[in-house]
């Protein structure tokens, strides 16, 4: 699998609301940068991307302009990510124009994202 079919398939892991984690490095090295939180080593990033999953519904997420790079042993994307979701917690709907960039590391399985960062000019949630 290609950088560019995992990050297209992270897209789509999100919009069936699956298990994220499994995308990401094992790592204590690994971080990962949401609208709204940091989150360091991979045990940290799991735990954020459980409860994401399970606070959360409706996904949809659009890619507007990947860009990957790619060496034998790691690579990187960039995108413009149009995406939605519902907050289970207060029933409320929430849409963002956001900037997507990270990098990724070549493992016997496929890529792992080492590092990922999501943000937008409105602010926070």
Request: charged share 30%; hydrophobic share 40%.
């Given at each position: 699998?290609?950088?560019?079919?995992?990050?297209?398939?992270?897209?789509?892991?999100?919009?069936?609301?699956?298990?994220?984690?499994p995308f990401f490095l094992e790592s204590p090295d690994v971080v990962k940068?949401?609208?709204?939180?940091?989150?360091?080593?991979?045990?940290?990033?799991?735990?954020?991307?459980?409860?994401?999953?399970?606070?959360?519904?409706?996904?949809?997420?659009?890619?507007?302009?990947?860009v990957v790079g790619e060496r034998p042993e790691c690579g990187w994307f960039s995108d413009?990510?149009?995406?939605?979701?519902?907050?289970?917690?207060?029933?409320?709907?929430?849409?963002?124009?956001?900037?997507?960039?990270?990098?990724?590391?070549?493992?016997?399985?496929?890529?792992?994202?080492?590092?990922?960062?999501?943000?937008?000019?409105?602010?926070?949630?």
């Open positions: 699998m290609s950088i560019e079919d995992t990050v297209r398939a992270y897209y789509d892991a999100l919009r069936r609301g699956e298990a994220l984690a940068f949401g609208l709204s939180e940091r989150l360091h080593g991979y045990e940290a990033v799991a735990e954020g991307l459980r409860e994401q999953t399970e606070t959360t519904e409706g996904w949809t997420v659009e890619s507007g302009n990947l413009d990510v149009s995406m939605a979701w519902t907050a289970l917690d207060r029933n409320v709907r929430f849409e963002f124009e956001t900037r997507w960039s990270g990098t990724l590391v070549r493992v016997e399985e496929g890529w792992r994202f080492a590092g990922m960062h999501v943000s937008t000019e409105q602010g926070g949630i």
